[in-house]
Nanobody, 128 residues
Framework: QLQLVESGGGSVEPGGSLRLSCEAS????????IGWFRQAPGKEREGVSC????????YYGDSVKGRFSISRDNARNAVYLQMEWLKPGDTAVYYC?????????????????????WGKGTLVTVSS
């Protein structure tokens, strides 16, 4: 069973930056498409950014486009989410998730229940 562990969350002021990491032990993340999702209090879980296992193509939600960047480091068996110009509206628990099926990345990001494995999440708080 794939086990995912997120790290890097914390509290920052508006305009600040954070880098989230998603790591796996035992199994290689190379064989999985990975998504970052977030859930704010009282809101549904939403797709933030996803990266394909096939060709490395990426997708970003409209609210984070131009501010967030997803990347893989196969040598470290990790997927990162670099977050810049953070806003209070970015406050949420951020989860990474993995999916084995070959589908388009935008569809994967739009369907959180369709992911195969989830981490436990890391909290990001943006406030002054």
């Amino acid at each position: 069973q794939l086990q995912l562990v997120e790290s890097g969350g914390g509290s920052v002021e508006p305009g600040g930056s954070l880098r989230l990491s998603c790591e796996a032990s035992i199994f290689s993340l190379n064989y999985w498409s990975i998504g970052w999702f977030r859930q704010a209090p009282g809101k549904e879980r939403e797709g933030v950014s996803c990266i394909s296992r096939i060709d490395g193509s990426t997708y970003y939600g409209d609210s984070v486009k131009g501010r967030f960047s997803i990347s893989r480091d196969n040598a470290r068996n990790a997927v990162y989410l670099q977050m810049e110009w953070l806003k209070p509206g970015d406050t949420a628990v951020y989860y990474c998730a993995a999916k084995d099926d070959i589908i388009d990345i935008q569809s994967m990001c739009a369907d959180p229940p369709g992911m195969d494995y989830w981490g436990k999440g890391t909290l990001v708080t943006v406030s002054s």
